[in-house]
């Protein structure tokens, strides 16, 4: 256990994160395991809470997949992905926006208050915050390359910075829910990595970290000595390519590409399964996870 004058030795140690990353935009994707298990919601809340107390400003874009998932499984729906993407039918885009808005969002910036931080909970629906277009994804198959509709995702057409700007000057935390609509009304879900990459990008953000369920890249994701500090642009690339890097990573991968080729002065892949990672990434000089580098 830490005695008071560790504790404040720790304080007085991240003294110069804390007056470097003073009123900074530290743009977070919140996922994985860490948004199912109690323990680690309630201590990623206070980490939040943590990073607004000491003066940055934090954007947090949140995921939801798995409640979706159980929640069409209950309903006897069957869900598909394909690279980390998941096909969404008309009921099951309805389903994921209830999930999303109604519940999850909802639960985070309400976790967030209750530690004292002043929290927002909005999705992209809101002042046309994310204007969407549906996605064409392009798979190789069979040596050719194939069109796949995906239904009802989409991707970002372009992101109202002006409304997140208000919303942080105004001293409040944006959580964000991963939902578009295009010119008509119609909605679309939209993968939370690509969300965050391009928001981050949007307001070059000084950090773009994403959560996930492992500690970072790996050369060999069966072999932990192979793991990957700094992952360049190039580099990650050609383990797509050859399938090192698949299916969920990709997306995050990509975000943390765009966001630093647009003024986000550092991008982050970490495992939120590690109770304070946020916070060992950011006042801590060894870091954490793997870092995308260009």
């Given at each position: 256990m830490f005695d008071s004058k560790q504790k404040i030795e720790t304080l007085i140690e991240a003294?110069?994160?804390i007056r470097r990353f003073q009123n900074k935009i530290i743009v977070i994707k919140y996922g994985g395991h860490a948004m199912v298990n109690p323990d680690l919601k309630q201590k990623?809340?206070?980490?939040i809470a943590f990073l607004q107390f000491s003066g940055l400003r934090p954007v947090v874009v949140h995921g939801g997949g798995p409640?979706?998932?159980?929640?069409?499984?209950r309903l006897g729906k069957k869900s598909e992905f394909i690279e980390g993407l998941r096909v969404t039918d008309a009921e099951a885009m309805e389903i994921a926006q209830m999930v999303l808005v109604g519940k999850i969002n909802t639960d985070i910036t309400s976790a967030m208050v209750r530690y004292g931080a002043k929290a927002l909970g909005i999705n992209g629906k809101d002042s046309n915050l994310l204007m969407a277009c549906k996605l064409l994804k392009k798979i190789k198959k069979d040596d050719k390359i194939k069109e796949?509709?995906?239904?009802?995702?989409?991707?970002?057409?372009s992101i109202?910075?002006?409304?997140?700007?208000?919303?942080?000057?105004?001293?409040?935390?944006?959580?964000?829910a991963p939902l578009g609509s295009d010119e008509n009304g119609q909605s679309y879900n939209i993968n939370a990595d690509t969300v965050a990459g391009k928001i981050a990008a949007t307001l070059q953000a000084e950090k773009l970290i994403m959560l996930t369920d492992v500690k970072?890249?790996?050369?060999?994701?069966k072999d932990p000595k192979s793991f990957i500090s700094e992952l360049s642009f190039d580099k990650a690339?050609?383990?797509?390519?050859?399938?090192?890097?698949d299916g969920g990573m990709i997306p995050k991968i990509n975000a943390c590409i765009l966001a630093l080729k647009n003024q986000t002065k550092a991008a982050h892949i970490i495992d939120g399964t590690i109770p304070r990672s946020i916070l060992m990434e950011i006042f801590t000089d060894k870091g954490f996870g793997t870092m995308v580098v260009k």
């Open positions: 003294m110069p994160y990623f809340a206070q980490d409640e979706i998932t159980q929640m069409l499984s796949i509709d995906l239904g009802f995702v989409g991707d970002v057409k109202n910075g002006e409304f997140l700007r208000t919303i942080l000057d105004s001293g409040y935390i944006p959580v964000i970072g890249i790996f050369e060999n994701p690339y050609e383990m797509i390519l050859r399938g090192a890097i």
